[in-house]
């Protein structure tokens, strides 16, 4: 299946995996952008740059099986595996980054937002019964397997 079949199949999975790559990339880069600030938004700044590596494992499930990880962090990301788990985990994720307006009003407002429309993303997939499929593109579906 290529990317275009993937987008053309309206599974709200997909999307949400693809939005979720869209956060890994906000994450970072907003989450380094804000670290600089001298105030409160720095701790808000860390968490976010923390969520973007632990979306990498979430969704892009090759680098599991690449990357030296413990076994303990492995169980942790391999529970999240259906779409309301996915989805429950962006609502935190956007709710921390949304929390962060407290302190100030800053660019972390993007990755809050971008984080809950992944979240719908993966809830609407849940609500519609489907079940969640990894984009072959990311590693999913038989490509983590062949590397063994």
């Given at each position: 299946?290529?990317?275009?079949?993937?987008?053309?199949?309206?599974?709200?999975?997909?999307?949400?995996?693809?939005?979720?790559?869209?956060?890994?990339?906000?994450?970072?880069a907003?989450?380094?952008?804000n670290?600089?600030?001298?105030?409160?938004?720095?701790?808000?700044?860390?968490?976010?740059?923390?969520?973007?590596?632990?979306?990498?494992?979430?969704?892009?499930?090759?680098?599991?099986?690449?990357?030296?990880?413990?076994?303990?962090?492995?169980?942790l990301?391999?529970?999240?595996?259906?779409?309301?788990?996915?989805?429950?985990?962006?609502?935190?994720?956007?709710?921390?980054?949304?929390l962060?307006?407290?302190?100030?009003?800053?660019?972390?407002?993007?990755?809050?937002?971008?984080?809950?429309?992944?979240?719908?993303?993966?809830?609407?997939?849940?609500?519609?019964?489907?079940?969640?499929v990894?984009?072959?593109?990311?590693?999913?579906?038989?490509?983590?397997?062949?590397?063994?």
């Amino acid at each position: 299946m290529t990317l275009a079949e993937e987008f053309k199949s309206r599974n709200f999975s997909i999307y949400g995996q693809w939005t979720g790559v869209l956060c890994i990339l906000l994450c970072f880069a907003l989450g380094i952008a804000n670290i600089f600030h001298f105030h409160l938004v720095i701790i808000f700044s860390i968490i976010c740059l923390v969520c973007s590596f632990i979306l990498i494992f979430i969704e892009i499930p090759l680098l599991l099986r690449i990357c030296p990880t413990s076994s303990k962090f492995d169980s942790l990301v391999r529970r999240v595996t259906t779409n309301y788990m996915r989805a429950a985990v962006y609502l935190v994720m956007s709710i921390v980054q949304f929390l962060s307006i407290i302190a100030k009003t800053t660019s972390l407002i993007a990755a809050a937002v971008v984080l809950l429309i992944a979240a719908i993303f993966y809830a609407l997939a849940g609500v519609r019964g489907q079940g969640f499929v990894g984009s072959k593109t990311l590693g999913g579906q038989g490509v983590a397997q062949m590397i063994v």
